[in-house]
């Protein structure tokens, strides 16, 4: 089992950055593969980037691709996503999954974490 705590979220101007955290607990981290997803208000839960347990294998939808960047750092346990040049669009609320293979759909992550609100105005 690990359970995850987002942070970092916040209001942001548009075209501002901000570095989102994931703190997971146990001592398997880094057997994990982790993803981000966000949830805007009316809308379904979308992929964001995904990175596998070492770190070596990326994705990232093509919304924020350039843009944003997953990283993990497993002596820390920890996972993050530095987002640059933000959008109004990327308002939402942002999780942090865990999963034994990396995935880019929901379904493939067993543990979510409680969410950290992001909104970027223009």
């Known amino acids: 089992q690990v359970q995850l705590v987002e942070s970092g979220g916040g209001l942001v101007q548009a075209g501002g950055s901000l570095r989102l955290s994931c703190a997971a607990s146990g001592r398997t981290f880094s057997s994990y593969a982790m993803g981000w997803f966000r949830q805007a208000p009316g809308k379904e839960r979308e992929f964001v980037a995904a990175?596998?347990?070492?770190?070596?294998?990326?994705y990232y939808a093509d919304s924020v691709k350039g843009r944003f960047t997953i990283s993990r750092d497993n002596a820390k346990n920890t996972l993050y996503l530095q987002m640059n040049s933000l959008k109004p669009e990327d308002t939402a609320v942002y999780y942090c999954a865990a999963g034994r293979v990396v995935a880019v759909i929901a379904y493939g992550y067993d543990h979510w974490g409680q969410g950290t609100q992001v909104t970027v105005s223009s």
């Open positions: 990175i596998s347990g070492s770190g070596g294998t990326l």
